[in-house]
């Protein structure tokens, strides 16, 4: 069943690769985009498994944002069920959970001390809002102007 609404997930949002995503994944205002920092390798490698991330980032993401807008969660609150729903979904795949998030951890240290360069102009900041994250919401306001005037005058 969790593979049927990880698909209809799929079918219902666009994924992006093309940007610096602080926390490694994050969403467009209206949730119709989904993006994946560029950095995160697409795969990891889990007892010779070559496994796919996106699927479950997708899914965390979406579950997320659905929380925020459809019930008003806090953030927090909303970001703890979707992990819990991204868990599911890598058991579910027959994947080991603690090393799925083994490599989660190592790729969120090394994003987060990267310089942002690139963010989506219509990239969701409530999740970093409700953390009281200001110096990244500085720098993702930063880059995210540079962004939207690269749009405006190719």
Do not use: N
């Given at each position: 069943m969790?593979?049927?609404?990880?698909?209809?997930?799929?079918?219902?949002?666009?994924?992006?690769?093309t940007?610096?995503?602080?926390?490694?994944?994050?969403?467009?205002?209206?949730?119709?985009t989904?993006?994946?920092d560029r950095?995160?390798?697409?795969?990891?490698?889990?007892r010779?498994?070559?496994?796919?991330v996106?699927?479950?980032?997708i899914?965390?993401?979406?579950?997320?944002?659905?929380?925020?807008?459809?019930?008003?969660l806090?953030?927090?609150?909303?970001?703890?069920?979707?992990?819990?729903?991204?868990e599911?979904?890598v058991?579910?795949?027959?994947?080991?959970?603690?090393?799925?998030?083994?490599?989660?951890q190592?790729?969120?240290k090394?994003?987060?001390?990267?310089?942002?360069?690139?963010?989506?102009?219509?990239?969701?900041?409530?999740?970093?809002?409700?953390?009281h994250?200001?110096?990244?919401?500085?720098?993702?306001?930063?880059?995210?102007?540079?962004?939207?005037a690269?749009?405006?005058d190719?």
């Open positions: 969790l593979k049927h609404a990880v698909q209809a997930i799929l079918r219902r949002t666009r994924l992006d690769r940007y610096d995503i602080p926390y490694l994944a994050g969403y467009s205002s209206d949730g119709g989904i993006y994946i950095h995160l390798p697409r795969f990891c490698k889990i010779g498994r070559r496994v796919g996106d699927r479950f980032l899914l965390h993401e979406a579950v997320e944002k659905a929380l925020l807008d459809k019930l008003g806090h953030y927090q609150h909303a970001h703890q069920i979707a992990l819990r729903a991204e599911a979904a058991h579910a795949a027959g994947v080991s959970w603690r090393e799925y998030d083994r490599f989660m190592l790729h969120i090394d994003v987060g001390h990267e310089k942002l360069r690139r963010i989506p102009f219509d990239l969701d900041i409530k999740p970093y809002r409700d953390e994250d200001t110096q990244l919401l500085k720098s993702i306001q930063k880059a995210s102007q540079k962004e939207s690269l749009k405006r190719p």
